[in-house]
């Protein structure tokens, strides 16, 4: 079945990017000159991705902005000639059918996809994490669409990560199928021993869930943090039926975090037209003097 339905959370407070979140969205925290969630809706579209439904919160409207037609400004910079800047704003409206629905309460990532359930209907769909941008010359969603054609499970999109990190992430208990792919068959959220610990793989950003995955977050009781947990909600998918895991190819950058938001930006900006001799010089002068 063609999956061509996403659901971005995006309705997280942010903690830890105070002050910068305290009025703005982390997900509107831009990378160079873009968005953090515009190449994250570009990449869902890219892989085929055509119905999105962003989930936000109080003082997250000006995401819903972002996806809207800015008439005024688009005549202005046609008066003004600037074809440069127009053509980087004029189709953002047409990326995709974009819909927003509030999560009124912050209680978690899985409260928070609970939300999606009569966008999605009865239909797999992918799911990004609004803070986690993956840039790559693949889309991770692509990969993981991919899997979910080949395997007809729920896919999860994973990384190895550091024993230091794993206890703010998920672990996954997984075994190899062939070359990036594993089959999962348990998870835990934010595990805290070694013992509690499967793997140093975690789930980064990007799943493919199947619609039976709202029943079972009708029932997942508040886990770590005291939040609904899609982690908690998967695991049960993964036990009773199995999920598969595709370790994706992209380059991953938490812009929920401080030194993700600064590694995106010097990665991006060292490829950008417009920034890259610049950064590339400031860089080794910088260097110099570490
Ligand atoms: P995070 O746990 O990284 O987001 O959730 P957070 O709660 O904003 O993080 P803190 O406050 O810095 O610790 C991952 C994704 O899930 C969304 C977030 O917006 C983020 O994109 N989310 C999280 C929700 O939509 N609703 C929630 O209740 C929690």
């Known amino acids: 079945m063609k999956i061509t339905k996403a659901v971005i959370p995006a309705a997280g407070l942010g903690t830890r990017v105070l002050p910068a979140t305290k009025a703005m969205p982390k997900e509107m925290l831009p990378i160079v000159d873009k968005p953090a969630i515009q190449y994250i809706v ?3 579209v890219s892989a085929g991705i055509t119905d999105i439904l962003i989930i936000t919160n109080r003082g997250k409207g000006v995401i819903e902005d972002h996806f809207d037609r800015s008439q005024e400004l688009e005549e202005t910079l046609e008066k003004a000639n600037k074809t ?3 053509d980087s704003i004029k189709d953002i409206h047409k990326l995709a059918n974009i819909q927003f629905i509030r ?3 912050t209680k978690g990532l899985g409260h928070a996809v609970s939300k999606a359930r009569t966008f999605v209907g009865d239909d797999p769909f992918l799911v990004l994490y609004g803070d986690d941008v993956i840039l790559g010359d693949i889309p991770a969603s692509k990969e993981l ?3 979910y054609g080949t395997f007809g499970k729920g896919v999860i999109g994973i990384k190895p990560v550091s024993e230091e990190a794993i206890k ?7 075994e190899k199928i062939k070359d990036n792919i594993y089959k999962c068959t348990d998870m835990v959220e934010k595990p805290q021993t070694k013992e ?8 980064l950003g990007r799943v493919v869930l199947p619609p ?9 009781a508040p886990g770590a943090g005291g939040e609904i947990q899609l982690t908690d909600a998967m695991k049960e998918l993964a036990q009773n039926v199995g999920m598969t895991a595709v370790e994706f190819s992209g380059t991953r950058y938490d ?4 030194l993700g938001i600064l590694q995106a930006n010097i990665d991006v900006g060292l490829t950008h037209p417009e920034t890259a001799d610049g950064l590339k010089e400031y860089i080794k002068e910088l260097a110099a003097k570490l």
């Open 42 to 44: 570009e990449e869902a």
């Open 84 to 86: 440069l800047q127009l």
């Open 103 to 105: 999560q009124i309460e």
């Open 145 to 147: 669409i991919d899997a």
């Open 168 to 174: 703010k992430y998920s672990s996954m208990k997984i």
């Open 196 to 203: 509690e610990m499967f793997s140093l793989y975690s789930i």
């Open 212 to 220: 039976e995955i709202f029943d079972i977050l009708d029932h997942t």
């Open 255 to 258: 812009m929920g975090n401080k």
